[in-house]
């Protein structure tokens, strides 16, 4: 990663009704205790992320546009839940050719 922290992939949910694709990852090092890094230490991993790893898979099967809603916790939490001792950060995105383009909610 661009910022030298780890990230690992734990969950991807792809609703191909809305064209709407969610990668998951873990971060451990934005939990307060690790190292507390916040969402601006982060956004440059976001942009390689997307463009590096989801792009390439999500063309490989054969997704070519839609969303993708990419987010990072310090720790897996169920999706669509809210857990007030877990650190999450999300980013929107949109498919644009071999580019990951950068949305605001």
Excluded at 43 to 50: A, R
Excluded at 63 to 73: A, C, N, P, Q, R
Aim: overall charge negative; proline content about 6%.
């Amino acid at each position: 990663m661009p910022s030298g922290l780890e990230i690992s992939l734990y969950d991807v949910i792809l609703d191909a009704n809305s064209q709407v694709a969610r990668f998951r990852f873990l971060v451990p090092d934005i939990a307060p205790d690790a190292g507390n890094k916040t969402f601006g230490d982060v956004i440059d991993d976001l942009q390689y992320v997307c463009d590096s790893v989801i792009v390439p898979a999500l063309h490989d099967n054969g997704w070519v546009s839609g969303d993708v809603v990419l987010s990072v916790s310090d720790r897996p939490v169920d999706f669509g839940a809210y857990d007030s001792q877990v650190v999450q950060f999300f980013q929107p995105f949109r498919l644009e050719g071999d580019t990951c383009v950068w949305e605001d909610f």
